[in-house]
């Protein structure tokens, strides 16, 4: 049984189609704001809102005992919450730690639309980034 199944199993369809809808907006959205960390005007609300995804993800996943993905947004959101309280811009290697991050969470939402078993989280996204920027 495929995770998509899984969750279709075990909670009523509207909660499921509901999450699968929001979770592909986020997922889709991830990048831009990443992208966008480097630019000192849309740093600020690029970070917050990053923030606000990966805490939505958070909940809704763990929620629905998604476990891998609350535990990986969890992570991350810790991150971002250092970020947060930076100044711009974040240094390369945070912004492609973030790139394989947001390229984890659209594994998963290929995985789920093809009612796959979830892909295994990456044990190279679990290494923190120097999150100072080197200029």
């Avoid at 889709?28 to 992208?35: P, T």
């Avoid at 989280?121 to 290494?127: A, E, G, N, R, Y």
Wanted: no cysteine; aromatic share 10%.
């Amino acid at each position: 049984m495929g995770a998509k199944s899984e969750l279709e199993a075990n909670f009523d369809y509207e909660i499921v189609d509901e999450f699968l809808d929001h979770y592909s907006m986020m997922v889709e959205s991830m990048e831009v704001m990443i992208i966008d960390l480097s630019k000192p005007n849309m740093y600020a609300r690029s970070v917050n809102e990053l923030f606000r995804v990966f805490h939505n993800i958070k909940s809704a996943s763990s929620y629905l005992k998604l476990t891998p993905m609350s535990k990986l947004a969890a992570f991350v959101e810790d991150e971002l919450e250092a970020l947060r309280n930076m100044e711009p811009p974040i240094s390369e290697e945070t912004t492609n730690w973030l790139l394989a991050i947001s390229d984890m969470f659209a594994t998963w939402q290929d995985d789920l639309k093809e009612d796959n078993e979830l892909s295994k989280i990456q044990f190279s996204l679990l290494k923190i980034p120097d999150l100072e920027s080197k200029l």
